[in-house]
């Protein structure tokens, strides 16, 4: 999806995004910070007609081409909703059973990694079965050592990644999981399952590494919270300076996200993974902003 313009006026917006359903181009509205309207195109192949046709209508909106617009898109819509109709009742697709969320459909990579979380809190107790779970920490807590990743340098390579499946009761298990769904849905829909899952390694990494080294060589913690931030980071980052990218985090979820990062570091709601949150956040920050360097100067 491309961002092609915007527009000062809902209501021209609208009539424009009605002539380019009346062409066949499916584009999609979003209301901005700055009460503008942005229109962005679904199909890459037809960013250049759409660019074009933004341009004629900019300079001359009542041009007779223009004029049928409101009632070509509405034949069009019925139509589009007639067929759907249609392909609902003699099929029921893969895709239907990921369920919807602001707009985006919860990517494979999304629902499978949320499967994995859940199926460790299970058969962990919600993280009080230690027997069960250590394997999965960063370090074995069993055997407590001041050597850096003993079992990491020993060729447990996976343990540098597991921390992030680990959850401490139902309260912990169930934000991760519903910020997770959020952000990851949006860059899978945006971007790729590929980009994704290298998106999530390489943050898993860091925030499992940095929360290590800040809790002394302790392995005894987990959670998804350090990928969370680091999407939350790429996404702030990338969306602001790269509006063509499709990724965007409004002001308020920001707020939160930073605030709570605060409070967390005060102590008052408990002994919480900071050093994943805080290298998670940068991690996803700097890849963002290169990301969006790159993407404005090409």
Not at 176 to 182: A, L, R, V
Not at 238 to 247: E, N, P
């Amino acid at each position: 999806m491309r961002h092609i313009g915007s527009f000062a006026n809902e209501a021209q917006a609208r009539f424009f995004t009605d002539f380019l359903l009346s062409r066949d181009i499916r584009s999609q509205l979003e209301p901005e910070a700055d009460r503008t309207w942005s229109i962005w195109i679904r199909d890459e192949d037809q960013i250049v007609e759409a660019q074009s046709a933004l341009v004629r209508f900019q300079a001359n909106p009542t041009a007779p081409e223009f004029q049928r617009a409101p009632e070509a898109a509405a034949k069009a819509r019925q139509a589009e909703a007639e067929n759907l109709e249609k392909y609902r009742r003699r099929v029921r697709s893969g895709r239907s059973l990921f369920v919807k969320f602001g707009g985006y459909g919860m990517g494979l990579l999304t629902f499978t990694l949320i499967l994995v979380c859940v199926y460790v809190a299970v058969f962990s107790r919600l993280g009080s079965n230690d027997e069960w779970l250590r394997a999965w920490h960063i370090s074995d807590p069993e055997n407590p050592t001041q050597r850096f990743l003993p079992e990491v340098f020993q060729g447990q390579i996976w343990r540098l990644f597991t921390p992030i499946f680990i959850h401490y009761g139902p309260i912990h298990l169930i934000f991760n999981m519903i910020w997770f769904y959020q952000l990851g849905s949006m860059i899978e829909a945006r971007q790729n399952s590929l980009f994704l899952l290298a998106f999530i390694a390489v943050s898993a990494l860091i925030s499992n590494v940095a929360q290590y080294v800040s809790f002394h060589h302790d392995p005894s913690f987990g959670g998804m919270s350090g990928v969370v931030y680091a999407l939350a980071g790429y996404i702030w980052i990338r969306g602001k300076y790269d509006r063509a990218s499709g990724l965007f985090l409004d002001r308020q979820t920001v707020s939160i996200l930073l605030i709570w990062l605060v409070v967390c570091f005060t102590g008052v709601v408990g002994p919480v993974a900071n050093g994943a949150h805080l290298a998670g956040l940068i991690t996803g920050m700097a890849w963002g902003g290169v990301a969006a360097w790159g993407a404005v100067r090409s």
